[in-house]
Structure formats: structure tokens, C-alpha cells
């Protein structure tokens, strides 16, 4: 029964055009072609991918983060106060006014003293500017080095100026040493990526990243198992020709270096519209999608490959939105970047002037910040 399913699941019709089928890629005369049994190498690639981050995040990500002045403002930590710890944990982090009132009775604080609280706490678990760094740092490094070595690996190929030559031969097409390690490279951090997701910073967008990732993974490896390598190694280089940018572009920002953050910022959001949202529709989409017709009848192999491939170009135009949203913010008043997709702190200001005019009523402040316990009184 399960074998007539594989059968079934991986016929020759489902996945090529007719006339072939997986047979063309048995090794022949020398010939080497993608197997599947070479994705099982993406495993180790990843592990080693987070041993090497820990390493680097550890020696390189924080002397440089030093060197460059990233530093974490104060922050007030929000005093014990088991009622409002249980609500925050097990209720919700952001209170309605009507829960403000009840937490105010029940704990015998102000509602500015209780929001106060919520602010602070709040804080307390958003991450450190050296924890955002560190990770922007890996991405950057990984980025710009897959970058060059993509070009590295596409610049002496027809394909790379012909993009109608990556059907050339389909699907008996050769796999090249270099295309193996680029493949396996690239697909290797992003397992990484999805299994440290969980310990990485969220950001707003944090369904899309995972979307994101999932699509790409999908992509790159489905690509190498139908033997579209020369699509997938043009696609993987569109996308890090913009990445490793905005990685640096965060990077500036969380040092505070806001003109050069801006103007790599600016740099980013050309290059990552020009890639994304020109090259990859119109040049590759357009190769992978129309052209093949012309070729070969449609199978379900084509329609799934493209599928994911719109996938991810309309998580590219979701990104582009924010994108230019953030542009237009910084470009008037020279003001510096901030990433519409990161949970930003809330200030302290609104607390220090409270305590101010609690001081300058009450003649005291205790430690900085109003007690918050059940012993505390409105009266007081």
C-alpha cells in the first residue's frame, strides 16, 4: 500500500514534463546529478551553522559591538508585585483600561502606578541592543559572503546573462562541485534559521519570517531534487544581493551611527526593489513561468515550483510597504532609521515625570519608583 503511494506521489508525469522523468538523473558517463539522498548533508550544515553563530556571536559579534559603541539605556526594572506578575503571565501584557482599574483596586496603587508597571515589565524581556546586533551581525556576515560566493559561482555561467539557458538540456543538466556547496550552504543556514527561531528576537512580521523561511527551504529544496539548480542558484543570489545591507543598515542603527545607517539604509531599499520586486518577477518569474510553456506542456511540477515562488514575492511586496514606510519617515528630517518590524521600548519619560510630580507631592520617592505591593495605599 505505501509503496504503491510513493509510487504514485513521485510518478515521472507529476514532477516533469513528458518524456522524462527521474531516470535522467542517474549518473552516466562521468555525469553527476543532484540525488536525493544528498539533502540528508543539509543536517550537519545546519548544526554547524549554530555552533559557528555561538562562536561568533561570542568573539567577533561583541568586541565589534563594543568597538562601535552599542550600548542599552537604562532600564527600570518594575518592582515584585505578585498580582500584577500573575496577570502579565498568565492574562495579557497589555491591559485594558477596565483590567487597569481592577489591577489598581487590587493591588491598592494608582492606575498611572499600575500602567507603570506594565511599562516596565514590558521592557524587561525585550531584548538588549548587543543581543539585536549580535544576530544582525551573523546575517550580515553569512549574506555578504553568500553573495560573492554566488557570484562567484554564476559569473562564468550562460545562464547568468541568458536567463532562457537554464532550461537548456532540461532536466539532464550536469551538477557542477561549485553549485553543490552553494546549495547545500544556503539551504543549510536557513534550517538553521527556522531552528533558532525560537530564541531569536520577534519581530512584528515574525508569521511572515517563519512563512518565509518554510517557502524557502521548500523552494531550494525542491528545486535540487527536479534538478532546476540553475533557477534556484540565480534566485538564492537575487535574494542576498539586499539582504546583507539591511543587516548592516541595523547594525549602524543600533550603534547609533545614523547617517551612515541611513544612507546604507537607502542603498538597501534600492537594491532590494530593483532584485525583488524588477529582476525576480519580470527576468527569473517570467523565465521559470512563461517561457517553460513554450517548451514543454504544463505539470504539476511547475505549477508547485512557481507556486512558492509567488509566495515569496508577495511576502517581498509585504516587505517593500515597510520598506519605502520607513524611507519616507527618515528622509525628511534626517531622523534615523528604525525597522517597522522590531518591538520597540517603550521610554521611561512619561515615568520620570510622574515621580516627579509624586515627589513634589508625597515629599518622596522609594528607590527610584513607587512601592507596588498590597501594602500600599492611594492615600499614601
Not at 144 to 171: C, E, I, T
Not at 200 to 218: L, M, N, P, S, W
Not at 289 to 311: D, E
Not at 337 to 356: A, G, H, P, W, Y
Request: proline letters at 4%.
Amino acid at each position: 500500500m505505501l509503496s504503491q503511494l510513493g509510487e504514485l506521489i513521485w510518478a515521472d508525469w507529476i514532477w516533469f514534463p513528458p518524456g522524462h522523468g527521474w531516470s535522467d538523473l542517474n549518473a552516466h558517463d562521468g555525469k553527476v546529478f543532484p540525488q536525493t539522498q544528498d539533502l540528508w548533508a543539509v543536517l550537519p550544515i545546519a548544526l554547524c551553522f549554530l555552533v559557528v553563530r555561538q562562536v561568533f556571536e561570542r568573539t567577533v559579534a561583541s568586541p565589534l559591538a563594543s568597538l562601535l559603541g552599542v550600548s542599552d539605556g537604562r532600564r527600570v526594572r518594575a518592582a515584585p508585585n505578585p498580582a500584577l506578575e500573575s496577570f502579565f503571565c498568565s492574562t495579557s501584557k497589555h491591559p485594558t483600561q477596565g483590567s487597569l482599574e481592577s489591577l489598581s483596586k487590587q493591588t491598592g496603587c494608582s492606575v498611572r502606578q499600575v500602567q507603570r508597571w506594565f511599562r516596565r515589565r514590558r521592557n524587561q524581556d525585550r531584548p538588549s541592543k548587543l543581543k539585536k546586533f549580535s544576530e544582525a551581525s551573523w546575517r550580515f556576515t553569512f549574506y555578504l559572503l553568500a553573495f560573492f560566493a554566488g557570484l562567484a559561482v554564476l559569473v562564468d555561467k550562460p545562464w547568468f546573462y541568458d536567463m532562457k539557458q537554464m532550461w537548456d538540456g532540461f532536466p539532464k543538466m550536469p551538477l557542477l562541485p561549485s553549485q553543490y556547496w552553494y546549495y547545500m550552504t544556503e539551504l543549510g543556514f536557513y534550517v538553521s534559521l527556522l531552528l533558532s527561531v525560537a530564541s531569536d528576537v520577534k519581530r512584528k512580521d515574525f508569521k511572515e519570517q517563519i512563512v518565509h523561511h518554510v517557502a524557502t527551504i521548500a523552494l531550494i529544496g525542491f528545486s535540487w531534487l527536479v534538478n532546476y539548480i540553475r533557477a534556484g542558484t540565480l534566485i538564492m543570489l537575487v535574494h542576498d544581493a539586499s539582504d546583507y545591507l539591511m543587516e548592516s543598515a541595523k547594525m549602524f542603527n543600533y550603534a547609533g551611527w545614523r547617517r551612515t545607517c541611513n544612507f546604507i539604509f537607502t542603498v538597501f531599499a534600492a537594491v532590494f526593489i530593483v532584485t525583488r520586486l524588477v529582476i525576480l518577477p519580470f527576468w527569473i518569474i517570467h523565465t521559470t513561468w512563461v517561457y517553460p510553456l513554450t517548451l514543454y506542456p504544463a505539470f504539476f511540477g511547475f505549477y508547485f515550483f512557481n507556486g512558492l515562488l509567488l509566495v515569496l514575492q508577495v511576502l517581498h511586496i509585504f516587505w517593500a510597504a515597510l520598506i519605502l514606510r520607513m524611507v519616507i519617515k527618515f528622509l525628511p528630517g534626517n531622523d534615523i532609521v528604525e525597522d517597522e518590524r522590531s518591538d520597540k521600548e517603550e521610554t521611561e519619560s512619561e515615568d520620570e515625570d510622574e515621580e516627579r510630580r509624586e515627589k513634589s507631592k508625597n515629599g518622596h520617592v522609594q528607590n527610584g519608583h513607587a512601592s507596588l505591593n498590597g501594602r500600599h495605599r492611594k492615600s499614601e
